[in-house]
């Protein structure tokens, strides 16, 4: 079953006089439970076409639909929610609060929709528990290594228990050994949890950790391929 439906897909930017056209006529399907990697070098569109897929942006033509919702019919409000607590989000940059503790930092969506910590309890305890800092819990970004600030940022993804996460350059501050853990991280995500996930990198390495490779130049798919395990 699809879970992500993408037709006919283009964005084109502004900039003064000149129309930049970033993605064109892109289409795409994600599976549930798939791991999809889009690869192609830089200015390609990779971030672009991830911030489409995850409600982050919307095309300037075509359609993007989560769940055969077509998130250009969504309020702002509706779409929030959506980005909030049914897609999860990794970033190269790990975005914690620095005053917040390692349970909070995973918390704050659940501040942010209003809902209860404690309600979130096991929830939250779980999270600590995949990525492997239960003990952590109360320590802040400071007292961390940049490997774990980023698992904390995994929980923050996790913790509405979301069926699709977006990765944008998950291990790009990292170096190589930290890196592939956390990309074993995900990869246990994906199989035990069954969780879809889509990344962008630049990585042939990280991008082997998938089920299928998408490849991107110049704002079209180039290529779709399946990855062996």
Do not use: W
Request: hydrophobic residues 35%.
């Amino acid at each position: 079953m699809s879970v992500i439906e993408v037709k006919n897909v283009n964005r084109s930017f502004q900039n003064g006089k000149e129309v930049a056209h970033v993605l064109k006529d892109i289409n795409l399907s994600v599976e549930q439970g798939e791991f999809v990697s889009i690869m192609g070098p830089s200015g390609g569109g990779k971030s672009t076409l991830l911030y489409l897929l995850g409600g982050l942006d919307m095309p300037s033509s075509g359609t993007v639909k989560i769940n055969n919702i077509d998130l250009s019919t969504l309020k702002d409000k509706e779409l929030c929610k959506l980005r909030n607590e049914e897609v999860g989000f990794v970033f190269q940059f790990y975005n914690l609060v620095p005053n917040l503790n390692v349970e909070d930092n995973i918390s704050l969506p659940l501040m942010i929709a209003g809902k209860s910590k404690s309600e979130y309890k096991d929830k939250l305890d779980e999270c600590l528990r995949i990525i492997g800092m239960e003990d952590k819990r109360k320590l802040t970004p400071r007292e961390l290594s940049g490997g774990q600030q980023q698992r904390v940022a995994i929980a923050r993804a996790l913790v509405f228990d979301p069926k699709i996460i977006f990765l944008d350059e998950p291990i790009g501050n990292l170096d190589s050994k930290t890196g592939l853990r956390i990309m074993e991280l995900f990869r246990e995500i994906n199989q035990k949890y069954g969780k879809t996930i889509i990344q962008v990198t630049h990585s042939a390495e990280s991008a082997k950790y998938g089920t299928k490779l998408v490849r991107l130049v110049d704002g079209q798919i180039q290529s779709i391929s399946n990855i062996q395990q």
